[in-house]
């Protein structure tokens, strides 16, 4: 395929769902009502996202920094989870979504990382979209992790210093079997990644929308993926060059 080529449908898609918190302060509801509406929001885009023709839809539910928010505020947002993970299987059975997740796994509260086990276990044979949520996840971290790996590699002798390559590193990250996001979606405005997927984005289209994540449609995706169409992808190129490699393709 020639870098002008890219698809229409962007096969993975990123999402940073923010704006629960100001959603229930809109209403002079608690913040943990905001976190129950963007749960429910989740069937939704994972419907859309389907209807779309996405094949990879990465969510990103709980960051590395989220910890320092009130004690209340995480045992709520761990509850959800739970709630949501056992709730949710049989919509994903029918929709043949196979969960993943992405994160430190081992810090999450033992009851719902045994039900995210289990909800991935569950879900595994399905084919139509991988629904990776990342949980407890920092890009910092996530690269911290594949260093890790790789020196101790090194360490037992079966790679070479001057072997490390891109492909080492993307092959060493939490996300090693899926392909890089084509195109992220930031909910509520903010102009930042948040140590989101750090690695990943190099080249990602990024679409930001102040709707709040519980707000956030199947119009509103849709309309998030007439604009990533509506890009020309350059990877770097110039223009001439996509020109002349489209023309050849
Ligand atoms: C996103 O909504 C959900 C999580 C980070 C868990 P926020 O809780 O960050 O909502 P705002 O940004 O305060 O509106
Ligand atoms: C990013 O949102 C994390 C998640 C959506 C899980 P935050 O609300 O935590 O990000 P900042 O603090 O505005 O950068
Ligand atoms: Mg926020």
Known sequence: ???ASSSK???HTAIIMDGNGRWAKERGWPRLKGHE?????????CEACIHEGVEYLTLYAFSTENWKRPALEVAGLMLLLERFLSEKVAMMNKNGVRLAAIGRMADLPEAARKRLERAIEETSRNTRLTLTLALNYGGRDEIVDA??????????GK????QITAETISSHLYTRTMPDPD????TSGEMRISNF?????SYT???VTSKLWPDFGADDLHAAIVDYGSRERRYGASVENLTNSANAS
């Open 205 to 207: 289209e990024i679409h």
């Open 37 to 45: 509406q963007g749960a429910l929001n989740v069937e939704t885009i």
């Open 183 to 186: 195109l992220l979606i930031r």
């Open 159 to 162: 790679l070479k210093p001057d």
């Open 197 to 201: 997927l750090l690695w990943q984005l």
């Open 1 to 3: 395929m020639s870098i």
């Open 9 to 11: 449908v962007p096969r």
């Open 147 to 156: 260093v890790r790996s790789i020196a101790a590699e090194v360490g037992e």
